[in-house]
């Protein structure tokens, strides 16, 4: 079952943008779930990913600026963008699997995206 990611827009640099993303059932109790993003003819990042406990990581791209939360109840996982660069402008999706090791190699789930544009 796909994820449905949401949030994304226009923005200015500097600017703020909170993307939510919509996972099945019982999803955030048993798999890890992370953040990726891609531009068009580049390669897919992984820029942060959350564990069933809790615990997060991130690329050093995003370090310091982004946060991943969850909201179990909702069955959503949440990515908190702050002081947004051009560089961040992409398409963003999420996705899942047992760890976050295994997301770096494989993740399910991967929906639609949403678009991030930041303008200078």
């Known amino acids: 079952e796909r994820h449905v990611e949401s949030g994304g827009g226009w923005v200015q640099t500097g600017g703020s943008l909170r993307l939510s993303c919509a996972v099945p059932g019982a999803t955030l109790e048993h798999y890890a779930v992370g953040w990726f993003r891609q531009v068009s003819g580049k390669e897919r990042e992984g820029i942060a990913c959350?564990?069933?406990?809790?615990?997060?990581s991130y690329a050093d791209s995003v370090k310091g600026r982004f946060t991943i939360s969850t909201d179990n109840g909702k069955g959503e996982v949440y990515l908190q963008m702050n002081n947004l660069k051009p560089e961040d402008t992409a398409v963003y999706y999420c996705?899942?699997?047992?760890?976050?090791?295994?997301?770096?190699?494989?993740?399910w789930g991967w929906g639609q995206g949403t678009q991030v544009t930041v303008s200078s």
């Open positions: 996705a899942a699997d047992l760890s976050c090791l295994d997301l770096t190699r494989g993740g």
């Open positions: 959350i564990t069933t406990n809790d615990r997060t």
